[in-house]
């Protein structure tokens, strides 16, 4: 009968007495009996001598049965011949094997440890029943369709460790004007950002390498032989030949952006000229009771401080009209985000737009229920909602449009509410489109700006509308939850 005991563990023997090493051994037998590892020991020979309770399991029959079999003249139970173990009689410590049954799907991983002692014994451990081999393999290959895809992507990749280039693919040496790889690896990736930039990309670089999370995508001006191009670009932590990296996927958008200011001029334009008419009538109105009431001072001449009071707030409509008028026509300037107070905003769009909602017998009411800071591109917000506030206008006869203002979750919410005609579904579906517009006289420019707007913003822009009951557009902006000083 095989030995029950673990003879591979008696090298322990002489350094412990006979009680240890009993008290010992007894344990080692519980931990090898109750592994969920199947694990049998053999002799040189294939003779089984113990094998635990998992390995029964593994091969669907008893102990009994096992303990009478030799590993040697059933390879096609246990997967192993005796060629494939004579390397642990030439003194190997160790073999592992990859066996596969016809009726699995995935390979075995059989592990074979050759025990010191006067008398070597192996242990077998079947350590795994998984894919691990296919992994690999499904691994390899996806990074050789990854390599590929890198290598024809018209996209830029770049990899920079430690701050200098490690890797870029052939789109990356064609955007820094480039004939050859070899020109830029080990050169400095920050002596091609734009010195408008360096301290954005310096500082992006350094909370990627902390672990800190970055916006996904930010556009930067790039230095190239070809001249200065405006780059949108996103980065992760990567792990590169084995050490922390940044890769970089870069996309040239300069023509993009030309167009995208062309058309927000064009767009800017078309609104500015709706607003004029609505603009003049409003300063006409002060500037008529200002006229009457220097004409009653000049008849009674004598000082009336009423009067004066009455032409000082009236003075000051003009002024704020004027201002918020000329806001429209001030040029973009780039990384101009700063914290604002978005309830402000709003405050300033409406009363830019109640002398419009007059001339169309409807009105503006706002409902602002929390003060909440945003950081943000304030004229650019401002475009945004004027256009989005006008629609709602244009969509009634008269009525009411509802601005709200409150917190939901992480943003901040700006809620424009109409009484119009409605959107149907399939039109509601294209809102967005360049040159999609369900007025005749439409562009469709202007919502396909605000929607670019917003997603610089980190924001988004969503519709509801029934036709014959009204739209509701909900847009939202994340909000700065630390208090700020707003400029």
Request: hydrophobic letters at 35%.
């Amino acid at each position: 009968m095989p030995n029950q005991h673990l003879p591979y563990y008696t090298i322990a023997s002489n350094s412990i007495s006979e009680g240890e090493y009993m008290e010992k051994e007894k344990v080692f037998q519980q931990l090898f009996s109750m592994s969920f590892t199947p694990m049998l020991v053999m002799n040189m020979d294939g003779d089984i001598q113990i094998l635990n309770e998992a390995c029964c399991h593994l091969f669907k029959t008893t102990e009994e049965r096992l303990l009478s079999c030799n590993v040697f003249e059933e390879p096609n139970r246990f997967f192993i011949e005796k060629h494939e173990v004579e390397p642990l009689r030439k003194q190997e410590e160790e073999v592992v094997l990859l066996k596969k049954k016809v009726d699995q799907q995935f390979p075995m991983h059989i592990h074979i440890q050759r025990t010191e002692g006067d008398i070597p014994l192996l242990v077998v451990q079947w350590k795994e029943f998984s894919s691990s081999i296919e992994k690999q393999e499904e691994v390899i290959r996806k990074m050789k369709q990854y390599k590929q895809f890198v290598q024809q992507s018209q996209d830029a990749f770049i990899v920079t460790r430690e701050g200098r280039i490690q890797y870029l693919n052939p789109a990356g040496v064609k955007l820094l004007g480039g004939e050859k790889k070899e020109e830029y690896i080990g050169r400095p990736w920050l002596h091609f950002i734009h010195p408008e930039h360096l301290e954005i990309v310096k500082e992006r670089m350094v909370q990627l390498m902390n672990g800190m999370s970055v916006r996904p995508r930010v556009d930067v001006k790039l230095l190239t032989k070809k001249g200065v191009v405006i780059i949108e670009s996103s980065a992760t932590k990567i792990k590169f030949e084995g050490q922390d990296a940044i890769q970089y996927i870069i996309r040239d958008v300069t023509d993009r952006k030309k167009y995208d200011e062309m058309a927000s001029k064009s767009e800017k334009l078309t609104m500015v000229s709706k607003l004029a008419a609505g603009v003049a009538h409003e300063i006409r109105n002060p500037m008529t009771a200002i006229k009457g009431f220097i004409q009653l001072l000049k008849a009674s001449k004598q000082y009336n401080e009423e009067y004066n009071d009455i032409m000082l707030e009236e003075l000051n409509r003009v002024e704020s009209i004027i201002q918020e008028f000329l806001t429209l026509a001030k040029p973009k300037i780039e990384n101009s985000y700063h914290p604002k107070s978005l309830n402000q905003i709003i405050r300033h769009v409406t009363l830019l737009l109640d002398t419009h909602a007059n001339y169309k017998n409807c009105r503006i009411i706002n409902e602002i229920s929390d003060e909440i800071t945003i950081f943000c591109e304030e004229n650019g917000l401002k475009q945004v909602f004027i256009n989005l506030i006008q629609n709602a206008l244009e969509s009634m006869s008269k009525g009411t449009v509802k601005v709200t203002v409150e917190k939901r979750n992480e943003y901040g919410m700006v809620i424009i509410e109409d009484e119009g005609c409605g959107i149907d579904e399939q039109s509601l579906a294209r809102l967005g489109e360049p040159f999609y517009s369900t007025k005749q006289t439409g562009t469709g420019l202007g919502l396909m700006i605000s929607y670019r707007i917003i997603e610089q913003h980190q924001g988004h822009i969503s519709f509801a509308s029934k036709v014959g009951v009204g739209t509701k557009v909900e847009i939202a902006l994340p909000y700065i939850k630390e208090p700020v000083n707003i400029s």
